[in-house]
């Protein structure tokens, strides 16, 4: 008999259809992968087993019995525990408190907090994860932000979940990290632990899970177990395209150089970094986590200037000493974290577009309101950004959406030289995904030139017309096409043999 099973259940939001029908059974023990692009229901659904919202029609099934979530108590008394991509966590309140919030074990039959048994309680389920480093007395506010993700996991697993669904638990941990995190639901699974695990990384997927299920247009469209669902049919039912056809051919050739980095140097982040990047190329940036390939986009872009070395833009000096200099020498930089460097969440999707083109629809310093709406409205065509209505909050919108205003927002901007993509797919839909990439290799073929940055191996060997290796803070291999095997990259970031094994996931 399965633990969970949801069948025909459909939910709607003043009248459009958000969930149609989506039906799947998993047994106890085992690990469900959730896949389908943005908008396919699957934040819906979960919010429906986690008692954030009622479903209109279906049902959900706990070893074969109906039951009703009215909310999420009634969620948390059945054993049901998730971890949102957003966070829940309080900054002002230690990680104990986070953890324990409203469970916080008292002295004896008083109302007064046993401190000492809250943090030991913090401390051993964070020992039981990996992560005995974490201070159960720390603000929560004072952690990075892979480390609020380790807390928000761990907060869930203090009640020792019956069913545990993880959105996207990997979006900003290291690789190191999400090997723990693997470890964690290997165990948890194997003690009966029902896991729901929702992720865009395919790779993740085939590591973790034992069964997949799709979701398409609110609906369940394919289920089966991970060793009898290969990648070219998973995509091909999400995208409907084959497996060969997700990264685009490049139709021109690269020409004069754009960018020309030499011998740049910040402290002990990187050091003596030299390349180049030439008009309608595509050069791929690849490197593990703490290599130092983010920090050196920053230094070209002036986020955070370099101590010594040149940047030559179009053959002239270009040391940009802050981004909104880098900006009015015709570069843009699409960065690793949309939210916390991209976008301004609470504005609207219009305001958030048109942040830097305000030289377009204000030229005295007045806003042309029906111009920047023009300008934008053709973006988000151009895009096929999904909103209800462009003065809507961008925080409303989907990652896949949000990700593609902050591409409209730079798209924008006229006469950009060079373009720098750090993660650009990062937490979005695999159909997303394709749009961007189509749209990169655009930018590329109309004589830009490209410096993308991606953990993911397979998006920068197949969008990169080069590849530059970064490992410690140096650029220790340039590879082209002919070189671009998964084993040789790997070897050269890790600093290890060519044929040594490798970790079973990369960041």
């Known amino acids: 008999m399965p633990h969970l099973a949801v069948s025909h259940i459909a939910k709607g939001y003043d009248g459009n259809p958000a969930v149609r029908d989506i039906s799947f059974e998993v047994a106890a023990g085992r690990v469900l992968a959730l896949c389908g692009e943005n908008g396919a229901g699957k934040s819906t659904l979960m919010k429906m087993l986690s008692g954030a919202t009622k479903p209109d029609a279906g049902e959900i099934l706990l070893d074969g019995k109906p039951v009703a979530i009215g909310g999420p108590s009634d969620a948390m008394a059945l054993g049901i525990r998730t971890v949102y991509q957003e966070f829940s966590l309080l900054p002002h309140l230690s990680v104990a408190e986070n953890m324990l919030l409203g469970r916080m074990p008292t002295r004896g039959l008083s109302f007064v907090v046993d401190w000492p048994e809250a943090n030991r309680i913090a401390a051993r389920v964070l020992a039981d994860f990996g992560f005995p480093e974490i201070d159960p007395t720390a603000l929560v506010g004072s952690l990075s932000v892979a480390r609020q993700q380790i807390v928000e996991i761990a907060k869930a697993l203090v009640a020792e979940p019956k069913i545990l669904i993880l959105d996207e638990p990997t979006a900003v941990i290291s690789a190191a990290e999400a090997s723990k995190l693997f470890d ?31 979701l398409k247009d609110g609906r369940s469209v394919l289920s089966g177990e991970v060793v009898e669902l290969g990648q070219e049919r998973l995509i091909n039912t999400m995208v409907g395209r084959p497996l060969s056809a997700i990264f685009p051919k490049r139709k ?76 009015r020498g015709h570069v843009a930089m699409i960065t690793e974290d949309r939210k916390g460097d991209g976008l301004a969440l609470d504005a609207s999707v219009i305001d958030n577009a048109g942040l830097a083109s305000f030289s377009r629809y204000a030229p005295n310093g007045i806003i042309d309101g029906a111009r920047r709406r023009q300008l934008v409205g053709e973006k988000i065509r151009e895009l096929s950004i999904k909103l209800a209505d462009p003065a809507q909050p961008v925080r409303q919108l989907s990652g896949g959406n949000q990700q593609k205003v902050v591409l409209a927002k730079w798209l924008l901007v ?13 937490g979005v839909d695999i159909a997303t995904k394709v749009e961007i990439y189509q749209m990169i ?67």
């Open 414 to 426: 006229e006469n950009i030289q060079l373009f720098i993509f750090d993660e650009p797919t990062r």
């Open 184 to 214: 964690k639901v290997r165990s948890l699974a194997a003690n009966g632990t029902t896991v729901i695990y929702i992720s865009h990384r395919l790779e993740e997927v085939y590591a973790i899970a034992d069964e997949i299920v799709v």
């Open 441 to 507: 290799r655009d930018l590329a073929d109309s004589g830009v030139a490209v410096l993308m940055i991606s953990s993911e191996m397979p998006e920068v060997l197949g969008m990169a017309d080069r590849l530059l290796v970064v490992r410690d803070g140096r650029i220790v291999a340039e590879l082209l096409p002919k070189n671009f095997q998964p084993e040789t990259v790997f070897a050269h970031a890790a600093g290890i043999e060519a044929g040594e094994a490798r970790p079973e996931r990369l960041h």
């Open 252 to 327: 021109g050739e690269a020409s004069r150089p754009v960018l020309e980095v030499e011998k740049l140097t910040l402290g002990d982040v990187f050091d003596d970094v030299s390349f180049e990047v030439r008009a309608g190329e595509i050069v791929g940036m690849f490197g593990l986590v703490g290599s130092g390939r983010t920090e050196i986009a920053k230094a070209i872009f002036g986020a955070t200037p370099a101590k010594s070395g040149t940047v030559r833009l179009s053959g002239k000096d270009a040391g940009f000493a802050t981004p909104s200099e880098a900006v």
